[in-house]
């Protein structure tokens, strides 16, 4: 297995009373509730959890995009991975992901991985998402649109990555007289490409398809859903003809590993409940709007029609459920193992610092999880034997 | 009582309509929401006139061509249905983004047009007073800000949707939103051109609309000068529902007082 060292980069010091009394702390969250000296110290710490990722074996770290959110102060993530690319030498870095459609112009996107991809050698991964639906509030892009604009967007920075320059793109969102990429990206033919998501069977057949074989990552979703998803690209993959790969397949998690399991649950308690219950909740009009999801997934999704953490959870519930892995050394590689002896999981992707983690429990959990966790599974084919390993 | 629907082809887009009464043909051109039920104002319309209420593309029993991208694009298809129908002095009445497509037509080609209504219309955007944002209220915000008698939102929210309503709030909130997410509501090529609005025109607003504010009628004014412009007071965002009495015999008035 590859290990990624995830980071959301959550605004810590939120006053969460002052903040509940808002519909959502994305989007209409008023940012004077952000209090730059905090925040920088919050940049600051952040990055060194990243930067610590390579001595400490990591395979990838990474950082992710969103939007006028405490949930994460990373609208701009590839000015994390360029300060990360300088004081780091070998690990990939992973940008997981740039919203495509939420942009007018995709080439900016195409133009900035390729710096990214020079200025490292050739270390970077980059992960390529729709966004969330929220953020199509506060772009103001049309969530009818999306998928259209996903896939033009798609089309044409791979193009530029991969035909000579200068072309002619002509879509129906994006039309550009000129397409020249200066620099091209250092890789051949281009960066890989994953594709984060909640999990979608029209992403993950176009995800799938022989002409892609993009890895694909389940983000925040039972463990039963992670299952089902990653099941699903597997037969995608046999349906095109071709037996997937482990490395096709990620599972994107918050993780915490302490001595004990209750040691774990008692230090990981407070901050994996802020992150679900007070980070991430948006009701549903933020969550789905219009267009966003296939007209008959809203319909299905209209009937339970919840927003997302609109239940308070506990930990006790997450861990069930497996959305989350907190306990000792052993509980989480047994959870790990588990799932990557059902489905061939070959990308654990790893939030190990969540909601209002502090630095030092953050620090501690990521050197435990690295020393204890991931030597047992790194590297090592999946158990499964139908699995081809990376 | 209802008129049956039926569905007519039109530039080769499927299209829900429904069609009561003798007259003046009066096309009643619906908002966000939809047609909905069959309300007073429409029967008291279809008495007095050939009322014809149709879906536009995208919503209720209507296609969704995906070639129809636009308010503009609907106006034109809707300037294709007069012709096609043979509809000759034609009353338009349009509530909300219905007024805005009324007004979109007008500017385009009036031959077969003989007067605009427009009630509590979107379509332009005046710097600093935005419109209510639909899209982030829940169903029960939303219904409680469109109507200023919370009586009447009580009443709506106290109903439990069928199934088949359902799927058409969902189909209509889908068209409403690719045709007025961005820019919200509005067309900004529309203002300009409003001075081409040569039809004798009427335009309705509820003081207390909070979705497009009842100071957009002053600039809907400026624009239109010969407009006959009434503002109705305890009244939210669908006079026709809320005021729908006043706004009877005020249309009437207006239609029948304009020649033939």
Same mark, same amino acid.
């Given at each position: 297995?590859?290990?990624?060292?995830?980071?959301?980069?959550?605004?810590?010091?939120?006053?969460?009373?002052?903040?509940?009394?808002?519909?959502?702390?994305?989007?209409?969250?008023?940012?004077?509730?952000?209090?730059?000296?905090?925040?920088?110290?919050?940049?600051?710490?952040?990055?060194?959890?990243?930067?610590?990722?390579?001595?400490?074996?990591?395979?990838?770290?990474?950082?992710?995009?969103?939007?006028?959110?405490?949930?994460?102060?990373?609208?701009?993530?590839?000015?994390?991975?360029?300060?990360?690319?300088?004081?780091?030498?070998?690990?990939?870095?992973?940008?997981?992901?740039?919203?495509?459609?939420?942009?007018?112009?995709?080439?900016?996107?195409?133009?900035?991985?390729?710096?990214?991809?020079?200025?490292?050698?050739?270390?970077?991964?980059?992960?390529?998402?729709?966004?969330?639906?929220?953020?199509?509030?506060?772009?103001?892009?049309?969530?009818?649109?999306?998928?259209?604009?996903?896939?033009?967007?798609?089309?044409?920075?791979?193009?530029?990555?991969?035909?000579?320059?200068?072309?002619?793109?002509?879509?129906?969102?994006?039309?550009?007289?000129?397409?020249?990429?200066?620099?091209?990206?250092?890789?051949?033919?281009?960066?890989?490409?994953?594709?984060?998501?909640?999990?979608?069977?029209?992403?993950?057949?176009?995800?799938?398809?022989?002409?892609?074989?993009?890895?694909?990552?389940?983000?925040?979703?039972?463990?039963?859903?992670?299952?089902?998803?990653?099941?699903?690209?597997?037969?995608?993959? $046999?349906? #095109?003809?071709? &037996? +997937?790969?482990?490395?096709?397949?990620?599972? %994107?998690?918050?993780?915490?590993? /302490?001595?004990?399991?209750?040691?774990?649950?008692?230090?990981?308690?407070?901050?994996?409940?802020?992150?679900?219950?007070?980070?991430?909740?948006?009701?549903?009009?933020?969550?789905?709007?219009?267009?966003?999801?296939?007209?008959?997934?809203?319909?299905?999704?209209?009937?339970?029609?919840?927003?997302?953490?609109?239940?308070?959870?506990?930990?006790?519930?997450?861990?069930?459920?497996?959305?989350?892995?907190?306990?000792?050394?052993?509980?989480?590689?047994?959870?790990?193992?588990?799932?990557?002896?059902?489905?061939?999981?070959?990308?654990?992707?790893?939030?190990?610092?969540?909601?209002?983690?502090?630095?030092?429990?953050?620090?501690?959990?990521? $050197?435990? #999880?690295?020393? &204890? +966790?991931?030597?047992?599974?790194?590297?090592? %084919?999946?158990?499964?034997?139908? /699995?081809?390993?990376? | 009582?209802?008129?049956?629907?039926?569905?007519?082809?039109?530039?080769?887009?499927?299209?829900?309509?429904?069609?009561?009464?003798?007259?003046?043909?009066?096309?009643?051109?619906?908002?966000?929401?939809?047609?909905?039920?069959?309300?007073?104002?429409?029967?008291?319309?279809?008495?007095?006139?050939?009322?014809?209420?149709?879906?536009?593309?995208?919503?209720?029993?209507?296609?969704?061509?995906?070639?129809?991208?636009?308010?503009?694009?609907?106006?034109?298809?809707?300037?294709?249905?007069?012709?096609?129908?043979?509809?000759?002095?034609?009353?338009?009445?349009?509530?909300?983004?219905?007024?805005?497509?009324?007004?979109?037509?007008?500017?385009?080609?009036?031959?077969?047009?003989?007067?605009?209504?427009?009630?509590?219309?979107?379509?332009?955007?005046?710097?600093?007073?935005?419109?209510?944002?639909?899209?982030?209220?829940?169903?029960?915000?939303?219904?409680?800000?469109?109507?200023?008698?919370?009586?009447?939102?009580?009443?709506?929210?106290?109903?439990?949707?069928?199934?088949?309503?359902?799927?058409?709030?969902?189909?209509?909130?889908?068209?409403?939103?690719?045709?007025?997410?961005?820019?919200?509501?509005?067309?900004?090529?529309?203002?300009?051109?409003?001075?081409?609005?040569?039809?004798?025109?009427?335009?309705?607003?509820?003081?207390?609309?909070?979705?497009?504010?009842?100071?957009?009628?002053?600039?809907?004014?400026?624009?239109?000068?010969?407009?006959?412009?009434?503002?109705?007071?305890?009244?939210?965002?669908?006079?026709?529902?809320?005021?729908?009495?006043?706004?009877?015999?005020?249309?009437?008035?207006?239609?029948?007082?304009?020649?033939?």
């Amino acid at each position: 297995m590859k290990f990624v060292l995830f980071h959301l980069m959550p605004y810590r010091n939120l006053d969460f009373v002052e903040a509940k009394k808002y519909r959502s702390a994305w989007t209409v969250l008023p940012n004077s509730l952000y209090d730059p000296a905090k925040g920088a110290e919050d940049y600051a710490a952040y990055i060194e959890q990243l930067v610590s990722g390579e001595r400490l074996g990591f395979d990838v770290i990474a950082v992710n995009e969103h939007h006028q959110t405490a949930y994460g102060l990373m609208p701009a993530p590839n000015l994390i991975a360029s300060a990360l690319i300088q004081r780091t030498k070998h690990t990939k870095i992973g940008v997981f992901g740039r919203a495509l459609p939420l942009v007018n112009n995709p080439l900016t996107i195409a133009e900035e991985f390729a710096m990214l991809d020079n200025i490292s050698r050739g270390r970077l991964i980059v992960g390529f998402v729709r966004g969330i639906g929220s953020e199509y509030h506060t772009s103001g892009i049309n969530p009818a649109f999306s998928h259209e604009r996903f896939h033009e967007a798609h089309d044409l920075i791979v193009k530029s990555w991969t035909q000579p320059g200068p072309f002619a793109f002509e879509g129906e969102h994006f039309t550009l007289n000129y397409a020249n990429l200066w620099p091209r990206p250092f890789q051949s033919p281009h960066p890989k490409i994953w594709i984060p998501s909640q999990g979608s069977a029209e992403t993950i057949h176009w995800a799938a398809a022989p002409e892609r074989k993009y890895p694909f990552v389940v983000t925040f979703s039972t463990a039963e859903a992670v299952e089902r998803y990653l099941k699903v690209y597997r037969s995608e993959a $046999e349906n #095109f003809g071709y &037996e +997937v790969s482990s490395d096709q397949l990620g599972w %994107a998690a918050p993780i915490y590993v /302490a001595d004990t399991d209750e040691q774990a649950y008692e230090e990981a308690r407070g901050p994996l409940e802020s992150l679900f219950n007070d980070y991430l909740p948006m009701p549903w009009e933020m969550l789905i709007p219009p267009g966003y999801s296939s007209l008959a997934s809203s319909k299905a999704l209209a009937k339970v029609r919840t927003g997302l953490g609109t239940e308070r959870q506990t930990l006790e519930q997450l861990v069930a459920k497996g959305t989350a892995i907190i306990g000792s050394p052993k509980t989480v590689r047994e959870r790990i193992e588990q799932m990557r002896d059902k489905t061939g999981l070959g990308n654990m992707v790893c939030l190990l610092q969540f909601g209002t983690l502090n630095d030092e429990l953050t620090n501690r959990n990521i $050197e435990r #999880f690295a020393a &204890e +966790v991931m030597p047992h599974l790194q590297d090592r %084919a999946p158990a499964r034997k139908d /699995a081809v390993p990376a | 009582m209802a008129p049956t629907g039926q569905v007519i082809e039109v530039t080769g887009v499927a299209t829900g309509l429904l069609r009561q009464g003798k007259g003046k043909p009066v096309l009643f051109i619906h908002g966000a929401n939809g047609v909905g039920a069959w309300l007073p104002f429409f029967e008291n319309l279809s008495q007095n006139y050939d009322l014809l209420i149709p879906d536009h593309p995208g919503f209720g029993r209507s296609d969704d061509p995906s070639w129809i991208r636009s308010v503009p694009d609907i106006a034109f298809f809707y300037l294709d249905m007069l012709e096609q129908l043979d509809l000759r002095d034609v009353h338009l009445v349009g509530t909300s983004m219905g007024g805005w497509i009324a007004s979109e037509m007008a500017i385009r080609n009036d031959r077969r047009i003989a007067s605009l209504t427009m009630v509590g219309p979107a379509g332009i955007r005046v710097k600093g007073e935005p419109f209510g944002d639909i899209f982030m209220w829940s169903p029960e915000e939303a219904t409680r800000n469109i109507f200023l008698n919370q009586e009447i939102a009580d009443r709506l929210l106290s109903v439990k949707p069928t199934e088949e309503q359902l799927d058409v709030m969902m189909k209509n909130r889908f068209a409403v939103t690719k045709y007025g997410w961005q820019p919200r509501m509005y067309n900004p090529d529309l203002e300009k051109w409003l001075h081409r609005v040569k039809v004798p025109t009427f335009i309705g607003w509820g003081r207390e609309d909070k979705i497009v504010p009842s100071s957009y009628a002053a600039r809907w004014k400026q624009r239109i000068p010969h407009a006959r412009v009434t503002v109705y007071d305890n009244c939210g965002h669908l006079p026709h529902i809320e005021a729908s009495d006043a706004l009877f015999a005020d249309v009437k008035t207006f239609i029948d007082g304009v020649a033939a």
